[in-house]
């Protein structure tokens, strides 16, 4: 038994009817030789058994599981809205699209599941679909992060100033001077291969969101279409843990890119 079965059988409208009209009826037909707070006592009696009814019943319990689901839906779909609507201003028009394109199926979806039947299997798969929303509004913002910070201008920066060392090296006579600037070009390489890793990571990760956008699509097909939701729940599960693994991958990635701007 749950919280929302209990609380659901408080505030039942025929439970509160119930326990208004035995009020009304007690204070009607109570005898004058009645003991007046015992006398209504029979009201709350008569409420708790009603309560009671509902908790026993297996239909009552699956319609509060079902009004809790429901409820939960609509505020991550609400959740999912407030933070697209926030991450546009921020976007540029290429990722703006892809973003609004994935929020146009997330709603549909939405909207094809409460206008429709609410078996166990669909709930399931919508409620799946909006945690695969929010980790694309995730992992979408700081792809544009990242892009922003221009990996490819920073690779271009430090090989210029590689050569330009590498030159500097070529006519230093100063034996010390000379490994100096060894140093610095050995700290620029290395710099430059985690960069060349930070643009693979970059490349998987746009690769990744766009296996969401399909999946999306998908689901909202598959909703509409009426078709077998059991491999779309199975694939809904993967995508998640995967893009759940990525998004901690990536806030490490975020992590030492600032550690790079603060040095």
Same mark, same amino acid.
């Given at each position: 038994?749950?919280?929302?079965?209990?609380?659901?059988?408080?505030?039942?409208?025929?439970?509160?009817?119930?326990?208004?009209?035995?009020?009304?009826?007690?204070?009607?037909?109570?005898?004058?030789?009645?003991?007046?707070?015992?006398?209504?006592?029979?009201?709350?009696?008569?409420?708790?058994?009603?309560?009671?009814?509902?908790?026993?019943?297996? /239909?009552? @319990?699956?319609?509060?599981?079902? &009004? #809790?689901? !429901?409820?939960?839906?609509?505020?991550? =779909?609400? $959740?999912?809205?407030?933070?697209?609507?926030?991450? /546009?201003? @921020?976007?540029?028009?290429?990722? &703006? #699209?892809? !973003?609004?394109?994935?929020?146009?199926? =997330?709603? $549909?979806?939405?909207?094809?599941?409460?206008?429709?039947?609410?078996?166990?299997?669909?709930?399931?798969?919508?409620?799946?679909?909006?945690?695969?929303?929010?980790?694309?509004?995730?992992?979408?913002?700081?792809?544009?992060?990242?892009?922003?910070?221009?990996?490819?201008?920073?690779?271009?920066?430090?090989?210029?100033?590689?050569?330009?060392?590498?030159?500097?090296?070529?006519?230093?006579?100063?034996?010390?001077?000379?490994?100096?600037?060894?140093?610095?070009?050995?700290?620029?390489?290395?710099?430059?291969?985690?960069?060349?890793?930070?643009?693979?990571?970059?490349?998987?990760?746009?690769?990744?969101?766009?296996?969401?956008?399909?999946?999306?699509?998908?689901?909202?097909?598959?909703?509409?279409?009426?078709?077998?939701?059991?491999?779309?729940?199975?694939?809904?599960?993967?995508?998640?843990?995967?893009?759940?693994?990525?998004?901690?991958?990536?806030?490490?990635?975020?992590?030492?890119?600032?550690?790079?701007?603060?040095?």
């Amino acid at each position: 038994m749950k919280i929302e079965h209990v609380k659901g059988a408080l505030l039942n409208r025929r439970n509160i009817v119930a326990l208004a009209v035995s009020f009304v009826a007690t204070g009607l037909f109570r005898p004058a030789a009645a003991v007046p707070h015992l006398w209504y006592v029979a009201p709350l009696l008569v409420y708790a058994a009603f309560c009671a009814q509902n908790l026993f019943s297996q /239909k009552f @319990r699956e319609s509060c599981d079902l &009004k #809790a689901t !429901l409820g939960s839906i609509r505020s991550m =779909t609400q $959740e999912c809205q407030m933070k697209s609507r926030y991450l /546009k201003r @921020r976007l540029d028009e290429a990722g &703006k #699209a892809r !973003l609004a394109k994935v929020m146009g199926e =997330t709603n $549909e979806i939405v909207r094809t599941f409460m206008s429709g039947d609410k078996s166990q299997l669909k709930l399931m798969v919508v409620h799946k679909s909006l945690k695969l929303t929010e980790m694309y509004i995730k992992l979408i913002e700081i792809f544009d992060k990242c892009i922003d910070a221009s990996v490819d201008a920073e690779i271009s920066n430090i090989a210029t100033r590689i050569n330009t060392n590498t030159s500097n090296l070529n006519n230093a006579r100063d034996p010390s001077v000379s490994a100096e600037i060894r140093r610095v070009i050995e700290a620029d390489e290395r710099m430059i291969e985690s960069l060349k890793g930070e643009r693979k990571e970059l490349e998987k990760l746009d690769a990744r969101l766009q296996y969401m956008e399909s999946t999306i699509s998908m689901l909202k097909y598959n909703l509409i279409s009426n078709l077998d939701k059991s491999d779309a729940l199975k694939t809904l599960e993967a995508e998640i843990d995967e893009a759940m693994a990525i998004n901690f991958a990536l806030s490490d990635l975020q992590e030492e890119r600032r550690g790079r701007v603060r040095a």
